[in-house]
């Protein structure tokens, strides 16, 4: 039993892999065979059994294309050959229509095709006074083949629900993975800019201060060595997301991001670079969940490389207003502000820097503002983000 199980699965698959038109090639001139074979052996074999024969089998060659069509088409012959003494047994062409209708035809059509079938079966049956219990028999053979139709239908739905919710998973998968890259590119923007511009503005003073203040210079190339090695370790804890999935690792991504505890040195090293800068706090701290602590450190890390970059400020603040339910950062130079060109921020907002401050206020529920200083002197970044 397992071995014929197994040979009916070849089998399908095998026919699967036909073209649908030799399939059903093949499905109508059996069917017609069937037809001529039946008369033959009941003796009722006549010159016109085989176009009846044919008029009945040959529509299935568009079954696919019109189901409900060519059950119908197929009916009425079957009717006819039943009628006219060519057709005494099981019906084969009218079951594979019945089978197709069931499973390719909508809910109305199917309704009208099992309506028009029992319809036409009966006349069939009873007009020739053939034997009453021989509907019982053929009403079970048509109602098998309905029932395959149906759960052909059925499985070909699931098969498309399934493939939908492939795609829809793929999609959100690629999405996730885009934000993730997006996310990825905005942490490593935000380190590396900041930290190479305080590298190359310590570097380019270097040689000055080496000649005429050999204490200032120890102290800024050991400015530069803490900030590269900060830059680097946050490089790396950026990084470990990607290679978390890779070394089985699942604590590699998760370091703690840099949040306000480490905006004191932050400002240190800008002070360090030779600006005038400094950091207050307003109200009573408190402590904030770790995603907008990294966004308020990363809004102040951005501002404070735009202002060491474009500004040409001599003097740079930050400060932190705490309210009950938000907090406020600003942070304000003496600049001329930042020129306009390519690639530069502006007093819009249209650098890439600003732009990725104004996603990650964003992402925090909070707003961004960004312009001129007070009295039109300098530029000013203010940003509040909610607590709760």
Same mark, same amino acid.
């Given at each position: ?41 009941? @003796? ?82 009873? $007009? ?84 005429? @203040? ?32 890779? @070394? ?33 706090? @307003? ?70 820097? $600003? ?34």
């Amino acid at each position: 039993m397992g071995r014929l199980s197994e040979f009916g699965e070849r089998l399908a698959a095998w026919g699967r892999g036909l073209p649908p038109v030799a399939v059903d090639a093949v499905i109508a001139i059996l069917c017609a065979l069937y037809v001529m074979f039946d008369a033959g052996v009941e @003796d009722r074999f006549a010159w016109w059994v085989p176009l009846g024969a044919t008029a009945n089998s040959l529509p299935l060659m568009w079954r696919r294309q019109y189901p409900f069509a060519v059950a119908g088409i197929t009916g009425i012959t079957t009717t006819v050959l039943s009628l006219a003494g060519g057709l005494n047994d099981v019906p084969a062409a009218q079951l594979v229509a019945t089978y197709t209708f069931a499973s390719l035809s909508p809910p109305v059509k199917r309704l009208i095709g099992v309506a028009a079938t029992v319809v036409g079966v009966s006349v069939s049956i009873l $007009l020739p006074d053939d034997e009453a219990l021989n509907l019982g028999v053929i009403g079970i053979f048509f109602a098998g083949a309905y029932a395959l139709g149906v759960s052909a239908r059925a499985r070909r739905d699931r098969i498309a629900m399934l493939e939908e919710r492939a795609l829809r998973l793929t999609k959100e998968q690629e999405t996730a993975a885009t934000r993730e890259r997006e996310r990825i590119a905005r942490e490593m923007h935000d380190i590396l800019a900041h930290s190479m511009s305080l590298v190359v503005v310590q570097a380019e003073a270097g040689p000055v201060a080496v000649r005429h @203040d050999p204490d200032r210079a120890e102290q800024m190339f050991d400015t530069i060595s803490v900030t590269a090695r900060d830059a680097l370790a946050q490089l790396r804890r950026v990084l470990g997301v990607l290679r978390a999935g890779d @070394d089985g690792d699942g604590d590699g991504g998760r370091a703690p991001q840099p949040g306000l505890d480490g905006l004191p040195g932050l400002v240190r090293r800008v002070g360090d670079a030779g600006l005038a800068a400094t950091f207050t706090e @307003d109200g009573a701290p408190r402590p904030v969940p770790a995603d907008v602590a990294a966004t308020v450190y990363r809004i102040v890390q951005e501002a404070l490389t735009n202002t060491v970059k474009h500004a040409g400020a001599g003097r740079v603040d930050v400060r932190l207003g705490w309210t009950d339910d938000h907090l406020r950062i600003e942070v304000t130079d003496d600049g001329a502000g930042p020129p306009s060109g390519p690639g530069t921020p502006s007093a819009d907002g249209s650098g890439h820097g $600003l732009i990725g401050m104004r996603e990650r206020v964003a992402a925090a529920g909070g707003t961004l503002d960004t312009g001129p200083g007070p009295g039109g002197v300098g530029f000013r970044v203010t940003a509040s983000v909610p607590l709760d």
